[in-house]
């Protein structure tokens, strides 16, 4: 949301820019999207993890957000070992963009103390329209899956995201 009204784009040009090999395929089309449910609402367009960048995750509480978080639930029987994700933005608010965040798995999907920081990022600067992919070390399963945004890159009132994707080890 940006001044109380929906914001969406459609200047959409697929990624380009530097690939780094992934792990394995993006996986983050199985299962159920999850987001933020305290006193910040996360607005979701269905779309956040489904490899087009075709819309955005926006943080949101009918006022001024800076941080959030957004992720998947994988369902029962079906947990993932996630072990790298990488982000997409584009257009010209990079000051919304995610600066500070930790990338978390749980099998509870409570978010209450019992979740792992699988990794931990801080001041970064994403470009526009180019992927920024995060590799980390992980072996264990999880249900659960998010990034939890503590800063943006400055903006008073929002938070936003095109795209993400998690894959597995191959």
Same mark, same amino acid.
């Given at each position: ?22 792990p /394995? ?10 987001g933020?449910e305290?006193?910040?609402?996360g607005?979701?367009? !269905?779309?956040?993890? $489904?490899g087009?960048?075709? /819309? ?10 800076t941080? /959030? ?11 993932? %070992? ?5 982000l997409?933005?584009?257009?010209v ?5 995610p ?9 509870t ?12 990022? %801080? /001041?970064?600067?994403?470009?526009a ?8 070390a992980?072996?264990?399963?999880y249900?659960?899956?998010?990034? !939890?945004?503590?800063?943006?890159g400055? $903006?008073?009132? !929002?938070?936003?995201?095109?795209e ?7």
């Amino acid at each position: 949301m940006l001044n109380g009204e929906a914001y969406w784009t459609t200047d959409f040009t697929p990624p380009t820019g530097p690939y780094s090999p992934t792990p /394995g395929a993006d996986v983050t089309t199985v299962g159920f999207s999850i987001g933020q449910e305290s006193t910040q609402g996360g607005a979701y367009d !269905n779309v956040l993890n $489904d490899g087009s960048a075709a /819309g955005s995750w926006y943080a949101y509480d009918s006022g001024d957000v800076t941080t /959030g978080w957004t992720g998947q639930d994988f369902g029962s029987g079906n947990e993932k %070992t996630i072990a790298q994700y990488k982000l997409y933005n584009a257009g010209v608010l990079t000051t919304t963009w995610p600066v500070d965040w930790t990338f978390e798995g749980s099998t509870t999907g409570a978010w209450g103390g019992e979740e792992v920081v699988l990794d931990t990022q %801080t /001041g970064q600067s994403l470009t526009a329209e180019v992927w920024a992919y995060y590799p980390f070390a992980n072996t264990t399963q999880y249900r659960y899956y998010r990034l !939890n945004v503590s800063a943006n890159g400055g $903006d008073a009132t !929002n938070l936003i995201i095109r795209e993400i994707e998690m894959m597995e080890n191959s």
